[in-house]
């Protein structure tokens, strides 16, 4: 049905996973965590916004250690953001339980008492 | 020679393990509900920078994935100096039982500023930058009812957070393309790939920049990400709101610097080479960030607000100079990379010491004492206490610029530098246009800062405004006027040592290609192991 250059990159270029995935990968990572932050208005969401992104960082360094150094830097990366990533969850759930007390929810458009 | 048989570790980083225990240990005795809490924090503080003197006196053996350059020992002096200042404006913050987490949060946070000079590597720098923020988060909520607080909190955190991600996914690419996590270095280290492209080329060292100063256009409350700033100066209590302005910012300039200089500046001083993308985005970036933080100010009727914004201005004025680059020598008119760290280190006092003596007013509001806030609370506010008054004056003159403070040599040699760095390069003629452009900006400045300064003087006394009892926030109030008067009648003291912070930051280049180190550089520079 194709010409068989088509299959050859299908096979080598498309299916044979390689750097340029991953970076897909994360680069669509990236940008759905930044429209999850832009978007959503419960602090959650922007919380899961925020993790979204961390991960692509995460895929980026992983990617690059198996195709770019062969070393094990970009792994021990990736442990690092796992824990800054719990530690910032921590730290946000704590910082929206305040706000829960003050203003009983957590939609952050409901804070803006901050003008002029 | 080491003060300590210890590991070298532990010696090369004396003054941030003690700061780090120090904090722990605050965080402990808070059980306790004590007092003297706030000494212990003094103690520590006090201790780690003696500390600092002695390993600078004795040097210490190099670490690799550690700097141990002159700019750390910069860092290390001016943040814990004026970290003691900081201390003692913040000494009324906290509540009865909440003092051991504040300070042991302060403590943190100093200890994430000198960790960010002391790294040499991603993920040491990317982790220092988060220990000097997430800290600040929670500093700004804690013992404030109010709902503003709350509100701050949420916003500074979740900005704050996107920045990190941000940056981080640009350091992913900075290592893509070097691949190695080593900053500086003989054998393989960014610094030593990055400046040929890369292994990946040009477009991924510049993605890998673009998105790593976007991150820390946050931490230093720079275009496009000063958004936050109003908000959370205001919302947060202001002896938070002065340490707002320096620990952060220093923090994140002292990391430009790191980034810049990996790729010998050549991608951000040079308007020709790499296609001077980066030239033009930090052009662009100080050019706005000046205009944005000047005019938005003018509009403002609550000082926290109008100061949050000219703290938006001066991070504009000090890319500026790093725009131009640090040049030749280590003057600080011409080099400017030692012009920025002058000013950082007068810009945290000035802007200290003018949110301290807001905090030193106090004024009754609905729910309960607070600061004052609006040119209305601080009218007349010198008639009836001259000396909080004549502080006051003498910081917001020295944010405007004004001669005989130190604010006024922190201009002359950010735009002096500007000029001088950049001449004969390709860019020189942006650059004279910034510096005009910026000289512009810092006369309109002085129409808002006039506003304060005539409503302190000039009106009728507000009514119900009382001063604080407090008797560190006096000390400190007047240490703060006398450094900014210091700088200006003796500011050889610090551009003595900002000088030579920056000279290691020329050094990498000269050094790397001589492949010799020279007698001046080889007792501070240690970041490279020995040849």
């Known amino acids: 049905m194709f010409p068989d250059e088509f299959y050859d990159f299908l096979l080598d270029g498309v299916l044979t996973i390689g750097l340029t995935h991953y970076l897909i990968l994360s680069v669509l990572l990236f940008s759905l965590g930044i429209l999850c932050m832009v978007t959503k208005r419960n602090a959650i969401g922007i919380l899961i916004g925020v993790e979204l992104v961390l991960n692509a960082a995460s895929i980026n360094f992983v990617a690059f250690s198996k195709y770019q150094t062969g070393g094990l830097d970009g792994h021990i990366v990736a442990l690092f953001i796992i824990l800054l990533a719990a530690a910032e969850a921590a730290i946000a759930i704590a910082i929206f339980m305040n706000f829960y007390n003050t203003l009983r929810t957590i939609d952050v458009d409901r804070g803006d008492e901050l003008r002029l | ?531």
């Open chain 2, 1 to 531: 020679m080491t003060i300590f048989a210890t590991h070298p570790i532990v010696t090369s980083l004396a003054p941030e393990f003690i700061l780090v225990l120090g904090g722990v240990l605050v965080l402990l005795l808070g059980l306790a509900r004590r007092q003297w809490l706030s000494l212990v924090t003094f103690a520590v503080i006090a201790l780690a920078l003696i500390t600092a003197c002695r390993l600078r006196q004795y040097g210490a053996e190099s670490v690799p994935q550690l700097t141990n350059d002159s700019l750390l020992w910069y860092a290390r002096l001016v943040g814990l100096s004026v970290g003691l200042l900081i201390l003692l404006v913040n000494r009324h913050v906290p509540e009865e039982g909440e003092r051991g987490e504040f300070f042991s949060l302060l403590l943190f946070s100093l200890a994430g500023v000198l960790l960010v000079a002391a790294a040499n590597n991603l993920i040491l720098l990317f982790l220092a930058l988060e220990l000097v923020s997430v800290p600040t988060y929670i500093m700004i909520g804690l013992s404030r009812r109010d709902i503003r607080a709350q509100e701050a909190t949420g916003k500074y955190f979740f900005l704050g957070a996107f920045a990190a991600a941000m940056m981080l996914y640009g350091f992913s690419f900075l290592y893509g393309a070097a691949g190695t996590t080593v900053l500086f270095g003989s054998g393989e280290s960014l610094h030593t790939t990055l400046k040929q492209g890369g292994a990946l080329g040009d477009t991924f060292v510049i993605i890998g920049l673009v998105l790593t100063l976007g991150g820390l256009a946050f931490k230093v409350a720079a275009v496009p990400f000063h958004s936050y700033v109003a908000d959370v100066y205001q919302g947060a209590a202001s002896p938070v709101t002065g340490m707002l302005g320096f620990v952060p910012k220093f923090a994140g300039f002292i990391a430009i610097i790191r980034v810049l200089s990996l790729c010998d500046w050549s991608y951000a001083t040079d308007a020709t080479a790499h296609n001077g993308a980066l030239f033009w985005v930090l052009w662009v970036l100080a050019a706005a960030t000046m205009l944005v933080g000047n005019t938005l100010a003018l509009w403002q009727q609550n000082v926290k607000r109008m100061l949050a914004y000219s703290s938006i201005a001066h991070s504009g004025y000090m890319l500026v100079a790093l725009v131009a680059g640090p040049g030749s020598g280590p003057s600080p008119l011409r080099n400017g990379a030692t012009a920025v760290l002058f000013y950082i280190a007068v810009y945290g006092v000035m802007n200290l010491g003018a949110f301290a003596s807001l905090a030193y007013l106090r004024k009754t509001g609905e729910d309960g004492e607070d600061s004052a806030e609006t040119l209305d609370d601080i009218a007349g506010a010198a008639r009836r206490y001259p000396w909080a008054g004549l502080a006051l004056a003498i910081c917001v003159l020295g944010l405007m610029g004004f001669p005989l403070t130190g604010g006024f040599l922190g201009k002359i040699y950010v735009f002096s530098a500007a000029l001088s760095a950049s001449a004969g390069t390709a860019g020189h003629q942006a650059m004279i246009i910034l510096v005009v452009f910026g000289v512009l900006n810092s006369a309109i400045a002085a129409a808002y800062y006039m506003r304060i300064l005539a409503s302190c003087y000039l009106r009728k006394p507000a009514e119900g405004v009382t001063a604080s009892r407090c008797p560190a926030l006096r000390l400190s109030i007047a240490c703060c006027a006398i450094i900014v008067l210091a700088t200006f009648f003796r500011p050889g003291l610090l551009f003595d040592r900002s000088s030579e912070a920056s000279v290691d930051v020329q050094a990498r280049t000269s050094m790397q290609e001589n492949n010799q180190s020279s007698a001046s550089t080889a007792t501070t520079f240690a970041g490279l192991p020995p040849q």
